[in-house]
């Protein structure tokens, strides 16, 4: 079992960067698929990227290029560096894990363990 906190949210312009920490506790995240996920209001919770235990990533089409999820296993925290910030980024950002080691998946039904997720929103 795994506890998971997220930080780093918070507004910014459009073409700024952010960066989400993901704080694991109980175990450490390095055997764990991890994954960035993100809500808008009245909108289902979607993948962004999502890493595995060989450092394996995905990422959603509409990210590609301006997020990157990695790992810091000293700190058992998993991030997300955001450049580039468009309007429609803006969410609620959840991590997430499963203790697999599988390929990387954005599928939320494949996930366990949740965050309790951070805001970020990017203004135009």
């Known amino acids: 079992q795994v506890q998971l906190v997220e930080s780093g949210g918070g507004s910014v312009q459009a073409g700024g960067s952010l960066t989400l920490s993901c704080q694991g506790s109980?175990?450490?995240?390095?055997?764990?698929?991890l994954g960035w996920f993100r809500q808008a209001p009245g909108k289902e919770r979607e993948g962004v990227a999502a890493?595995?235990?060989?450092?394996?990533?995905v990422y959603a089409e509409s990210v590609k290029g301006r997020f990157t999820i990695s790992k810091d296993s000293t700190k058992n925290t998993v991030l997300l560096q955001m450049n580039s910030l468009k309007p429609e980024d803006t969410a609620m950002y959840y991590c997430?894990?499963?203790?697999?080691?599988?390929?990387?998946?954005?599928?939320?039904?494949?996930?366990?363990?949740w965050g309790q997720g951070t805001q970020v929103t990017v203004a135009s």
């Open positions: 109980g175990n450490s995240l390095a055997n764990y698929r």
């Open positions: 890493i595995n235990k060989y450092d394996t990533t």
């Open positions: 997430a894990a499963v203790y697999v080691w599988t390929n990387p998946t954005l599928s939320v039904s494949e996930y366990k363990y």
